[in-house]
């Protein structure tokens, strides 16, 4: 199977070239200061072996000229899709629920202050 890793808030998928994953997170952080939760996308390469040192010193050097770095295709499959699917749509409801819930607390400690003061 190609999903790796499906924990709380983030999801990982194998590519099926086996050479990247994508990495799906949910940061709903920030729901208590207002702030609406994002998702997060990012692609890995998983290469067999380490970057040598001149490897590494000739990505640096891409960048300092201002290139960038391609980070590859990711192929994922109908079965992974889905999973991926079901985790957003799982992830939009609880962040919504979130701040709902966020929004009804700031109306009662308004609705609490107000009748205090």
């Not at 997170?25 to 380490?50: H, K, M, R």
């Not at 980070?71 to 994922?76: F, K």
Request: charged residues 30%; hydrophobic residues 35%; aromatic residues 6%.
């Amino acid at each position: 199977m190609s999903v790796i890793n499906d924990d709380k808030n983030t999801l990982m998928i194998r590519c099926d070239c086996h050479g990247h994953v994508l990495e799906v997170t949910s940061d709903a952080l920030g729901v208590g200061d207002g702030i609406e939760p994002d998702f997060y996308f990012s692609v890995w390469n998983q290469s067999p072996t380490p970057f040598s040192f001149i490897d590494r010193i000739k990505l640096i050097w891409k960048l300092v000229r201002g290139k960038n770095l391609e980070g590859g295709d990711v192929i994922v499959c109908l079965k992974d899709t889905q999973a991926i699917i079901d985790f957003l749509c799982k992830k939009l409801i609880d962040n919504k629920i979130l701040l709902e819930q966020q929004k009804n607390k700031k109306a009662q400690n308004a609705k609490e202050n107000s009748e205090k003061g």
